[in-house]
């Protein structure tokens, strides 16, 4: 399957502004969160099976992926 870069970089701005939103951080907080932990490589390298799930459950995907890399965010 053959994935257009604009979807998914829409795709990875949402999950970022969702996940920001359920930690109660701003979107640049989020995003550096997610991308020092390797939160964003996750999201990239299984977009085609993440953008089928809600968005609770890929944010609780990110938060453990990002837990077992050093993250502290619970």
């Known amino acids: 399957m053959i994935v257009k870069l604009e979807d998914k970089l829409a795709y990875i701005i ?3 502004s969702e996940f920001a939103a359920a ?3 701003n979107p640049q907080q989020a995003y550096r969160y997610l ?3 390797k ?3 996750f999201v990239d390298k299984f977009y085609n099976v993440e953008h089928t ?3 609770e459950d890929v ?3 990110l938060a453990l992926h990002c837990r077992n890399n050093g993250g502290a965010l619970a």
């Open 35 to 37: 991308d020092r932990f």
């Open 53 to 55: 799930q809600p968005f």
């Open 59 to 61: 944010v609780e995907d």
């Open 39 to 41: 939160g964003i490589d």
């Open 14 to 16: 949402a999950v970022v």
């Open 23 to 25: 930690f109660k951080l």
